[in-house]
């Protein structure tokens, strides 16, 4: 599984543990061993000309996510096919701000926005309540296995 990670800013961001987690996600999902996915980490001026180009919406965000061939989880008895899954892009500025007002470090934040976004790329979505329901207790489970298997 191809996982880049290229941060753009000044914060120190721990490039591998992205990279790690984006694999578990993926791998937990069943997407293909030969699927691609980019994680940028940009600064506020970045992410609120992207926000403002892809969204329509003013300000920066935390993350955004755009997809490149569509792909979806697969099944153990058939992974999704080989593809580029496309790209997470990550504001820390932005989580750091986050992760204050919910008590927990930016890098748990950027860990938690990182399978976000992963997950977006899926095809997941929290339009709808069921539909947040759903992606939000995926994304609880993805992350606290990953941290379960990192001690």
């Not at 880049?4 to 984006?22: G, I, Q, S």
């Not at 899954?85 to 938690?112: K, N, W, Y």
């Amino acid at each position: 599984m191809s996982v880049e990670v290229a941060n753009e800013t000044a914060h120190a961001v721990d490039e591998r543990e992205l990279a790690d987690l984006a694999r578990h996600v993926l791998d937990a999902l069943h997407v293909h061993p030969r699927a691609e996915l980019s994680v940028l980490v940009v600064d506020e001026e970045a992410m609120a000309a992207l926000h403002v180009q892809h969204m329509g919406e003013e300000g920066p965000t935390d993350v955004l996510s755009f997809p490149m061939d569509e792909l979806r989880p697969g099944t153990d008895a058939e992974p999704s096919p080989p593809g580029l899954l496309g790209d997470v892009v990550l504001c820390p500025d932005v989580a750091a701000r986050q992760a204050r007002a919910a008590g927990h470090s930016t890098a748990d934040e950027l860990l938690l926005l990182t399978t976000h976004g992963v997950l977006h790329l899926l095809g997941y979505d929290h339009a709808e309540p069921e539909e947040e329901r759903a992606m939000f207790a995926l994304q609880r489970q993805l992350l606290l296995e990953f941290l379960g298997q990192r001690r």
